[in-house]
């Protein structure tokens, strides 16, 4: 049995609501107290992440013009950045700990997305 169980259709189905939670959870929160960037890092993002979805390849995609090992890529790349955003801006306690919980799980999802049955590259 694989570990790789993250379809690209459970995919779809995560990424409308971590892009709106991106957006408001640090307002809810209230991110920003060690660096307002870390406010504005993840609604960015999650607008970011609103559009790659809206323009992915994939069942819930409105506009299909992105692959979705594309969307995977800058999934990655966002996870990582979040991964290393407290050290590289400052980031400290319930900043900190927001960027590094979505970024490790950004990158589980990756890490756990199966590959695609007959799709070439």
Request: charged share 5%.
């Amino acid at each position: 049995m694989s570990l790789r169980f993250v379809t690209r259709s459970n995919h779809a189905y995560l990424d409308y609501p971590v892009a709106l939670a991106l957006m408001g959870l640090p307002f809810l929160l209230g991110l920003g107290q060690s660096n307002p960037l870390a406010l504005w890092l993840s609604v960015v993002t999650g607008l970011a992440a609103l559009v790659l979805t809206v323009l992915t390849d994939h069942h819930l995609g409105v506009w299909r013009l992105l692959p979705y090992k594309f969307h995977l890529a800058v999934d990655l790349l966002v996870g990582l950045t979040f991964l290393f955003a407290p050290g590289l801006f400052g980031f400290t306690g319930l900043d900190a700990l927001f960027y590094w919980v979505n970024g490790a799980a950004v990158v589980a999802v990756i890490s756990l997305s199966a590959p695609e049955q007959g799709v070439t590259a």
